[in-house]
């Protein structure tokens, strides 16, 4: 039984994984990739993944469907909480005064966070609204396409 839940827990993970890339965003999964990324000058939308049901039935799609946009960040980004967890925790970093949250988004420019939409804020939600608060995000501090 546990073979075969650890398989479909992997398959969980890939799906969950394959569709933010899909949509657009960059995969960090290390430390290093982090920094690097978050040194850039420019605005970045971090996704912070996770295989729940509000990051798949919301966070992912409000993701993919936010970007659709005039104005959207230079760079689109995703950690995956509880599986690289250390490229996480280094991204949480720069979340100054915001706790951990999965799933949910950062928005920041120069490297320095200017809003947080939070589990709280996406769980109960439906995507449309987590697509709105993201746009209105973009219109505030994004450039136009």
């Known amino acids: 039984m546990s073979v075969n839940f650890n398989l479909y827990m992997n398959d969980v993970v890939r799906m ?29 939308l971090v996704l912070v993944n996770s295989v729940c049901g509000c990051a798949g039935g919301i966070a992912r799609p409000a993701a993919a469907h ?10 689109l980004v995703t950690v995956f909480a ?17 706790p951990p949250s999965s799933p949910s988004f950062a928005l920041l420019k120069d490297g320095k966070i200017v809003k947080m939409i939070e589990r709280h804020q996406i769980e109960g939600h439906d995507p449309a609204a987590v697509v709105a608060e993201l746009q209105a995000l973009f219109e505030e501090y994004c450039e136009e396409l």
Not at 23 to 39: I, K, M, N
Not at 69 to 75: A, H, L
Not at 90 to 98: E, I, L, N, V
């Open 82 to 98: 509880g599986q690289d967890k250390e490229a996480t925790a280094r991204a949480r970093s720069y979340f100054t005064g915001y």
């Open 66 to 75: 936010a970007i659709h946009y005039d104005k959207r960040p230079d760079q």
């Open 16 to 44: 969950s994984r394959e569709e933010a890339v899909e949509a657009g965003y960059r995969e960090l999964r290390t430390p290093e990739e982090v920094d690097e990324a978050f040194s850039k000058k420019g605005t970045m």
